[in-house]
């Protein structure tokens, strides 16, 4: 076991300062982190913070945290509304398949489930019960059958974001779910119904819930009124968090989160990914374009989440050839495990390995830095390369190294193999594409090898036979 001396921090939000990572209680982590509208494919930008947020958790993890996890599910809410009113379909008609793909698109891109998925839908009650307690305190105020949110009343309004309430107009009111940076008004919690939109009825009025209300009612619902880590993208700080805090703190006069931590924005041509723009991919447009998930993953997670990201298609050819390095080298280790070579120990290679360990640890508890965390792991695939080809390392010796291998990729979750074929499945296609050839069925056997490549099996023709690798 290598040494270890430092310890886990993480830039907070909050007070733009880089902390060390104290739980409510010892050994766990209550993790929130803000979930897809789901009114359409969640784009490659949204999975950049879902990304660093299972990097995140995985990591708590490794270091020995049991997480809980939650993730909640934005079903009704002001496009959706939109979505279900022109199409004439229900929310719930309109929800569905996305909340499907959005479960799909996670295992392609390796990301680990949360413990909860709440549905906003499905805790109204919850967030009524927080509309009373905060009416009671003296918050909120009714304006044509909505109930809004005073902001000048919860005197700490702009302690993450820094937009300060006495910047909003006397009254200012904003009905929108998503409204501008630096635009402080009085946010709704329950909207009044308008024709034809999907309503619940209520003490309150017939109405919906606003969004910001939803992140609040379930996260204290499932991790409590105080908890450890709060996560989403930059553009959720303001007005999102801000209204969340104001509201949580507002009902329970408590501390509501001690970690706010944000993941920049992924860029295309300088500018946020999204859908409003049109500039986004989804993961499904990228695959279609050749990547494996597992080269979009690495690309994403080997930078650092606290910077910005653009997307380009050369960076991501760079982070596939990245990737394949990585998985190159695990062949080759476990290709030596399998040959049971016999030998001593390597002393150069234990350093190595130790010393991967030891920088991959400390960057990652250094806020998360995964460039210098995977330069770590670089560096040692360069040295123990080199030690592969030159001596001889036993197959004891090469387990050890894919253990190393493994640890890291607890964090990092790019290693997963495309299970879909086995070894012997993919010699025996092999055969039998060579078997089509001889009977001159071309066809046949370029079927094969598009099925392979599919699959990221990569054919070589060589004079000794055909030869085949993983992508
Ligand atoms: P939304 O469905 O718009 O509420 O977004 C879901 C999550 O994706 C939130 O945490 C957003 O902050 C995040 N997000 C949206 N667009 C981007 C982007 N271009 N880069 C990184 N995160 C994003
Ligand atoms: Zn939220």
Not at 237 to 247: L, M, V, W, Y
Request: hydrophobic share 35%; proline share 3%.
């Amino acid at each position: 076991m290598v040494e270890v001396n430092s310890v886990l921090h993480f830039h907070n939000t909050e007070n733009n300062r880089k902390e060390p990572f104290k739980p409510l209680v010892e050994g766990k982590a209550g993790l929130y982190t803000c979930g897809p509208t789901v009114y359409d494919y969640a784009h490659i930008g949204n999975f950049r913070a879902y990304l660093f947020e299972d990097v995140l958790r995985r990591y708590l993890e490794f270091r020995g945290y049991e997480v809980n996890h939650v993730m909640n599910l934005t079903d009704v809410e002001d496009k959706i509304i939109r979505r279900a009113r022109e199409t004439g379909k229900t929310i719930y008609e309109c929800t569905a398949p996305y909340i499907d793909a959005f479960f799909e698109d996670l295992d392609t891109l390796n990301i680990k489930r949360a413990n909860q998925y709440p549905r906003a839908t499905e805790h109204i009650e919850e967030m009524l019960s927080m509309i009373r307690t905060l009416r009671d305190k003296g918050f909120t105020y009714e304006k044509d059958g909505s109930i809004y949110f005073r902001i000048r009343e919860f005197k700490e309004y702009g302690r993450l974001s820094g937009v300060r309430p006495e910047d909003v107009l006397s009254g200012a009111r904003i009905d929108s779910d998503e409204y501008e940076k630096d635009d402080a008004r009085d946010f709704v919690l329950w909207k009044a119904k308008k024709e034809g939109e999907h309503f619940w009825e209520t003490e309150f009025g017939e109405g919906r819930p606003g969004w910001h209300l939803e992140c609040s009612a379930m996260s204290i619902k499932y991790l409590g009124e105080q908890f450890d880590i709060h996560c989403g993208g930059e553009d959720n700080i303001f007005p999102h968090h801000e209204n969340e805090i104001a509201q949580s703190e507002g009902c329970s006069g408590k501390k509501f989160v001690n970690y706010w931590l944000h993941c920049r924005h992924l860029l295309v041509d300088g500018e946020k990914m999204s859908k409003s723009k049109g500039n986004f991919f989804t993961l499904r447009s990228l695959l279609d374009k050749g990547f494996h998930p597992m080269a979009i993953r690495f690309f994403i997670i080997s930078n650092h989440y606290r910077s910005p990201l653009n997307l380009t298609m050369d960076s991501l050819q760079a982070a596939h050839s990245a990737w394949s390095r990585i998985m190159d080298f695990r062949q080759r280790v476990k290709e030596r495990i399998a040959s049971n070579v016999e030998a001593p120990k390597q002393i150069d290679l234990q350093r190595e390995m130790d010393a991967c360990l030891t920088r991959f640890i400390e960057h990652m508890d250094d806020d998360l830095d995964t460039p210098r965390a995977s330069s770590a792991l670089f560096d040692f695939i360069r040295d123990a390369n080199k030690i592969f080809d030159s001596e001889a390392v036993g197959s004891k010796q090469a387990q050890e190294a894919l253990e190393l291998l493994d640890r890291v990729d607890e964090t990092f979750g790019v290693m997963k193999e495309d299970e879909a074929l086995l070894d012997d499945e993919v010699d025996q296609l092999i055969q039998e594409r060579q078997d089509a050839r001889k009977n001159r069925n071309f066809a046949r056997a370029d079927e094969i090898r598009d099925l392979l490549a599919g699959k990221g099996i990569i054919l070589e023709d060589t004079r000794e036979g055909v030869r085949w690798k993983r992508r």
